[in-house]
Every structure is written in C-alpha cells, then in structure tokens.
Nanobody, 121 residues
Framework: QVQLVESGGGLVQPGGSLRLSCVAS????????ITWYRQAPGKERELVAR????????TYGDSVKGRFTISRDDAKKTAYLQMNSLEFDDTAVYYC??????????????WGQGTQVTVSS
C-alpha cells in the first residue's frame, strides 16, 4: 500500500511563511505528477500547485502564483510546498495527491490526510 503523509501546517500571521512536506512510503515504485490541493470551509477544493515527473514543469493556481513554490526530491520520495507572503485566504486544509505506480505495477492516485494551515493576525 502507498501512503502519503503531509506535515508542516500550523498557525502563522499574514505575511509569514510555511513549508509543507508530503512524504510517500510503502510499496511505491515511481511517482509521476504530484499536486497540492486545498479546501477551505464553504469553498470548493482548488488546485494549488502541480509538478510533473522529473520536476521540469510546474503549474500554479492564479491565487498563489508568485508566492508559492512546489518542488520534489524523488530520492527522498518527498514533495514540498514553500508558501510565502501568506494571506487570510490561504487558510485551508492542504492535501497532497500523487499519481504513482506501486511496486506491483498498479498505477493510481493517492491522497494524504491533509494538514491545516491557518493564517490569522
């Protein structure tokens, strides 16, 4: 079984920074796209950032472009989301999603449990 675990969330003031991590473990063989999503109460889940296999292509939601940076370290089976200049509207639960293949050849999307980010003065 493939597992994803997010960490790094917490309470920060506007203008502050956080670095989220997403660590894959278990029977993972290869990770393709990795995507960070977020969902706030009363809002639809939205794409925050996506990074392709190899890390050469990145995509960002309009609301975070220029402030957030996604990266990956395949040797550590870890993806990161560096969040700078945080705003009130960034408050949400952040989820990591990985398009991955297990050691037994199955390819599927896997989700982490989410980590809470709260921006408050």
């Amino acid at each position: 079984q493939v597992q994803l675990v997010e960490s790094g969330g917490g309470l920060v003031q506007p203008g502050g920074s956080l670095r989220l991590s997403c660590v894959a473990s278990g029977s993972i063989f290869l990770i393709y796209n990795i995507t960070w999503y977020r969902q706030a109460p009363g809002k639809e889940r939205e794409l925050v950032a996506r990074i392709s296999s190899g890390g050469t292509t990145t995509t960002y939601g309009d609301s975070v472009k220029g402030r957030f940076t996604i990266s990956r370290d395949d040797a550590k089976k870890t993806a990161y989301l560096q969040m700078n200049s945080l705003e009130f509207d960034d408050t949400a639960v952040y989820y990591c999603n990985a398009d991955a293949r297990s050691v037994w050849g199955r390819r599927a999307e896997y989700w982490g449990q989410g980590t809470q980010v709260t921006v408050s003065s």
